[in-house]
């Protein structure tokens, strides 16, 4: 049984940073890509980040290009999101996914395996 499990949301102040991880189990993690996605309240659940299975490509969303980093480590199946220079306009439930494949995804049907969500919340 796969599962993902997120941690490392809270409620922090316009400016501030947060680091978000996902830990993997029950898949190899290693062969597939991993991605970030975010969904706020009313609005779809958009791509964030995604990494290749190697952590060579990476896709950014225009938004949070230069203030957020993804990153993984194969050895700990885990894969993180470096969240800086945080905006109220970044509150959303953030949520972890694994790819069907080894290569970056930007929709939801690139991935297959979802953890539960972590809410992050930036006030003004």
């Known amino acids: 049984q796969v599962q993902l499990v997120e941690s490392g949301g809270g409620l922090v102040q316009h400016g501030a940073s947060l680091r978000l991880s996902c830990a993997v189990s029950?898949?190899?993690?290693?062969?597939?890509?991993m991605g970030w996605f975010r969904q706020a309240p009313g609005k779809e659940r958009d791509v964030v980040a995604a990494?290749?299975?190697?952590?060579?490509?990476?896709y950014y969303a225009d938004s949070v290009k230069g203030r957020f980093t993804i990153s993984r480590d194969n050895a700990k199946n885990t894969v993180y999101l470096q969240m800086n220079s945080l905006k109220p306009e970044d509150t959303a439930v953030y949520y972890c996914?694994?790819?069907?494949?080894?290569?970056?995804?930007?929709?939801?049907?690139?991935?297959?395996?979802w953890g539960q969500g972590t809410q992050v919340t930036v006030s003004s």
């Open positions: 996914a694994q790819s069907r494949k080894g290569l970056p995804g930007t929709i939801q049907g690139d991935y297959n395996y």
């Open positions: 029950g898949r190899t993690f290693s062969s597939y890509a």
């Open positions: 990494i290749s299975w190697s952590g060579i490509s990476t």
